[in-house]
Protein backbone atom coordinates (compact mmCIF):
# COMPACT_ATOMS: atom_id res chain seq x y z
CA UNK A 1 0.00 0.00 0.00
CA UNK A 2 1.21 3.44 -0.61
CA UNK A 3 2.04 5.75 1.85
CA UNK A 4 2.89 9.30 2.71
CA UNK A 5 4.98 10.52 5.45
CA UNK A 6 5.08 14.28 6.85
CA UNK A 7 7.65 14.05 9.43
CA UNK A 8 7.58 17.62 10.70
CA UNK A 9 4.40 17.53 12.88
CA UNK A 10 5.72 21.47 13.49
CA UNK A 11 7.33 24.49 11.54
CA UNK A 12 7.79 27.82 12.19
CA UNK A 13 9.74 30.60 9.98
CA UNK A 14 10.01 34.48 10.26
CA UNK A 15 8.03 36.35 8.13
CA UNK A 16 9.75 37.04 4.77
CA UNK A 17 12.12 34.39 4.83
CA UNK A 18 12.30 30.90 3.33
CA UNK A 19 10.68 27.46 5.10
CA UNK A 20 10.44 24.05 3.56
CA UNK A 21 8.30 21.00 4.14
CA UNK A 22 9.49 18.04 3.85
CA UNK A 23 7.50 14.89 2.34
CA UNK A 24 8.46 11.33 1.83
CA UNK A 25 5.62 8.39 0.06
CA UNK A 26 6.17 4.62 -0.77
CA UNK A 27 5.08 3.39 -3.56
CA UNK A 28 5.73 0.53 -6.49
CA UNK A 29 4.00 2.40 -9.18
CA UNK A 30 5.97 4.43 -11.38
CA UNK A 31 3.81 6.73 -12.90
CA UNK A 32 1.66 8.96 -10.06
CA UNK A 33 0.75 12.88 -9.26
CA UNK A 34 2.21 14.67 -6.09
CA UNK A 35 0.18 17.65 -4.61
CA UNK A 36 0.64 19.87 -1.69
CA UNK A 37 -2.85 20.69 0.17
CA UNK A 38 -3.40 23.66 2.80
CA UNK A 39 -5.58 23.91 5.37
CA UNK A 40 -6.07 27.36 6.74
CA UNK A 41 -8.46 27.63 10.21
CA UNK A 42 -11.37 27.56 7.83
CA UNK A 43 -10.53 24.29 7.27
CA UNK A 44 -10.65 24.52 3.42
CA UNK A 45 -8.29 22.06 1.96
CA UNK A 46 -6.66 24.53 -1.02
CA UNK A 47 -4.38 23.23 -3.84
CA UNK A 48 -1.37 24.49 -3.45
CA UNK A 49 0.97 22.90 -6.29
CA UNK A 50 1.21 19.51 -8.48
CA UNK A 51 3.43 17.90 -9.83
CA UNK A 52 3.64 14.79 -12.62
CA UNK A 53 5.98 12.07 -11.65
CA UNK A 54 6.86 11.81 -15.30
CA UNK A 55 7.86 15.57 -15.60
CA UNK A 56 11.78 15.61 -14.24
CA UNK A 57 11.23 19.64 -14.13
CA UNK A 58 9.88 20.90 -10.83
CA UNK A 59 6.79 22.43 -10.16
CA UNK A 60 6.53 26.49 -9.39
CA UNK A 61 3.22 28.40 -8.55
CA UNK A 62 4.74 31.83 -7.95
CA UNK A 63 6.24 31.96 -4.20
CA UNK A 64 6.19 27.99 -4.29
CA UNK A 65 8.02 25.19 -5.35
CA UNK A 66 9.07 21.55 -4.72
CA UNK A 67 12.54 19.67 -4.80
CA UNK A 68 11.08 16.31 -6.20
CA UNK A 69 13.63 13.20 -6.36
CA UNK A 70 11.55 10.63 -7.64
CA UNK A 71 14.53 7.92 -7.10
CA UNK A 72 14.52 8.90 -3.42
CA UNK A 73 10.91 9.24 -3.50
CA UNK A 74 10.99 12.72 -1.54
CA UNK A 75 8.70 16.13 -2.22
CA UNK A 76 9.91 19.10 -0.56
CA UNK A 77 7.88 22.24 -0.55
CA UNK A 78 9.42 25.74 -0.80
CA UNK A 79 7.70 28.30 0.39
CA UNK A 80 9.68 31.98 -0.34
CA UNK A 81 9.17 35.23 1.00
CA UNK A 82 6.78 33.92 3.58
CA UNK A 83 3.70 35.50 4.87
CA UNK A 84 1.25 35.85 7.49
CA UNK A 85 -1.31 34.29 5.18
CA UNK A 86 0.54 31.07 4.58
CA UNK A 87 0.43 29.95 8.06
CA UNK A 88 -1.72 26.96 7.72
CA UNK A 89 -1.58 23.31 8.06
CA UNK A 90 0.11 21.66 4.95
CA UNK A 91 -0.35 17.97 3.37
CA UNK A 92 1.33 16.08 0.76
CA UNK A 93 -0.69 13.93 -0.92
CA UNK A 94 0.02 11.42 -3.46
CA UNK A 95 -2.63 9.72 -6.63
CA UNK A 96 -1.57 6.80 -8.36
CA UNK A 97 -2.79 6.95 -11.93
CA UNK A 98 -2.94 3.29 -12.72
CA UNK A 99 -5.05 2.19 -9.88
CA UNK A 100 -7.84 4.59 -8.71
CA UNK A 101 -7.59 7.94 -9.84
CA UNK A 102 -9.68 8.85 -7.13
CA UNK A 103 -7.46 7.76 -4.64
CA UNK A 104 -5.73 10.26 -2.88
CA UNK A 105 -3.41 9.01 0.08
CA UNK A 106 -2.60 12.21 2.30
CA UNK A 107 0.37 12.78 4.99
CA UNK A 108 -0.10 13.51 8.75
CA UNK A 109 0.16 17.34 8.03
CA UNK A 110 2.48 19.81 9.23
CA UNK A 111 1.29 22.48 10.82
CA UNK A 112 3.39 26.23 9.57
CA UNK A 113 3.26 29.15 11.80
CA UNK A 114 4.59 32.38 10.51
CA UNK A 115 6.24 34.89 12.91
CA UNK A 116 5.86 38.59 12.54
CA UNK B 1 -19.91 28.79 -10.75
CA UNK B 2 -20.60 27.48 -6.67
CA UNK B 3 -17.57 25.07 -7.35
CA UNK B 4 -18.31 22.01 -4.74
CA UNK B 5 -20.70 22.36 -1.92
CA UNK B 6 -21.47 20.14 1.66
CA UNK B 7 -24.68 20.46 3.61
CA UNK B 8 -24.66 20.94 6.77
CA UNK B 9 -21.42 22.49 7.87
CA UNK B 10 -22.38 21.42 11.70
CA UNK B 11 -24.19 18.43 12.46
CA UNK B 12 -24.61 16.74 16.10
CA UNK B 13 -26.38 13.21 16.29
CA UNK B 14 -26.84 10.97 18.88
CA UNK B 15 -25.64 7.16 18.68
CA UNK B 16 -27.25 4.97 16.68
CA UNK B 17 -29.03 7.91 14.63
CA UNK B 18 -28.76 7.73 10.25
CA UNK B 19 -27.93 11.13 8.85
CA UNK B 20 -27.40 12.22 5.23
CA UNK B 21 -24.44 14.49 4.18
CA UNK B 22 -25.27 16.23 1.32
CA UNK B 23 -22.30 16.79 -1.61
CA UNK B 24 -22.74 18.43 -4.94
CA UNK B 25 -20.75 20.08 -7.81
CA UNK B 26 -21.50 22.19 -10.39
CA UNK B 27 -18.42 21.58 -12.62
CA UNK B 28 -19.33 18.42 -14.59
CA UNK B 29 -17.03 16.23 -13.18
CA UNK B 30 -16.69 12.84 -13.46
CA UNK B 31 -15.29 11.13 -10.23
CA UNK B 32 -16.55 12.74 -7.03
CA UNK B 33 -15.52 11.48 -3.67
CA UNK B 34 -15.76 11.69 0.49
CA UNK B 35 -12.64 11.79 3.09
CA UNK B 36 -13.04 12.00 7.08
CA UNK B 37 -10.51 14.48 8.50
CA UNK B 38 -9.80 13.15 12.65
CA UNK B 39 -7.56 15.27 14.36
CA UNK B 40 -3.58 14.81 14.13
CA UNK B 41 -4.31 12.97 10.60
CA UNK B 42 -4.53 13.55 6.64
CA UNK B 43 -7.50 12.66 5.10
CA UNK B 44 -8.67 8.90 4.68
CA UNK B 45 -10.97 8.24 1.69
CA UNK B 46 -14.53 6.30 2.38
CA UNK B 47 -15.89 6.37 -0.54
CA UNK B 48 -15.47 7.23 -4.44
CA UNK B 49 -17.58 7.47 -7.47
CA UNK B 50 -16.27 7.60 -11.09
CA UNK B 51 -19.34 8.55 -12.49
CA UNK B 52 -23.76 8.30 -12.22
CA UNK B 53 -24.49 4.74 -10.90
CA UNK B 54 -20.85 3.43 -9.91
CA UNK B 55 -19.30 3.73 -7.05
CA UNK B 56 -16.67 2.04 -4.90
CA UNK B 57 -14.74 1.31 -1.62
CA UNK B 58 -12.38 3.62 -0.44
CA UNK B 59 -9.79 3.11 2.84
CA UNK B 60 -12.26 3.34 5.58
CA UNK B 61 -15.98 2.52 4.51
CA UNK B 62 -17.39 0.87 7.20
CA UNK B 63 -20.87 2.12 8.25
CA UNK B 64 -21.30 4.82 5.62
CA UNK B 65 -23.37 3.93 2.51
CA UNK B 66 -23.16 6.00 -0.62
CA UNK B 67 -25.28 6.32 -4.27
CA UNK B 68 -24.93 8.24 -7.37
CA UNK B 69 -27.75 8.73 -9.18
CA UNK B 70 -26.65 11.88 -11.53
CA UNK B 71 -23.53 13.67 -11.99
CA UNK B 72 -24.17 16.56 -10.05
CA UNK B 73 -24.35 14.79 -6.67
CA UNK B 74 -22.78 12.46 -4.05
CA UNK B 75 -24.52 12.08 -0.74
CA UNK B 76 -22.61 9.90 2.22
CA UNK B 77 -25.06 7.98 4.33
CA UNK B 78 -24.50 7.01 7.98
CA UNK B 79 -26.50 4.09 8.86
CA UNK B 80 -26.12 4.38 12.42
CA UNK B 81 -24.01 6.77 14.00
CA UNK B 82 -21.32 5.53 16.56
CA UNK B 83 -18.87 8.07 18.47
CA UNK B 84 -16.05 6.73 16.69
CA UNK B 85 -17.73 8.62 13.60
CA UNK B 86 -17.30 11.92 14.68
CA UNK B 87 -14.60 13.59 12.53
CA UNK B 88 -14.89 16.70 9.72
CA UNK B 89 -15.88 15.22 6.54
CA UNK B 90 -14.76 16.62 3.19
CA UNK B 91 -16.55 15.84 -0.31
CA UNK B 92 -14.49 16.70 -3.17
CA UNK B 93 -14.31 16.34 -7.37
CA UNK B 94 -11.92 15.77 -10.23
CA UNK B 95 -12.06 15.06 -13.67
CA UNK B 96 -10.52 11.70 -14.33
CA UNK B 97 -6.68 12.96 -14.44
CA UNK B 98 -7.45 16.20 -12.75
CA UNK B 99 -6.82 18.08 -9.25
CA UNK B 100 -9.50 17.63 -6.72
CA UNK B 101 -11.36 20.37 -5.57
CA UNK B 102 -12.59 19.99 -1.89
CA UNK B 103 -15.93 21.25 -0.43
CA UNK B 104 -15.83 23.56 3.03
CA UNK B 105 -16.46 20.32 4.91
CA UNK B 106 -18.69 19.03 7.57
CA UNK B 107 -17.91 18.94 11.13
CA UNK B 108 -19.99 15.70 12.94
CA UNK B 109 -20.34 14.98 16.16
CA UNK B 110 -22.02 11.86 17.69
CA UNK B 111 -22.91 11.93 21.01
Known amino acids: AQTVTQSQPEMSVQEAETVTLSCTYDTSESDYYLFWYKQPPSRQMILVIRQEAYKQQNATENRFSVNFQKAAKSFSLKISDSQLGDAAMYFC?????????????FGQGTRLTINP | NAGVTQTPKFQVLKTGQSMTLQCAQD?????MSWYRQDPGMGLRLIHYSVGAGITDQGEVPNGYNVSRSTTEDFPLRLLSAAPSQTSVYFC??????????FGPGTRLTVL
Open chain 2, 92 to 101: ASSYQFGTQY
Open chain 2, 27 to 31: MNHEY
Open chain 1, 93 to 105: AYRPIIQGAQKLV
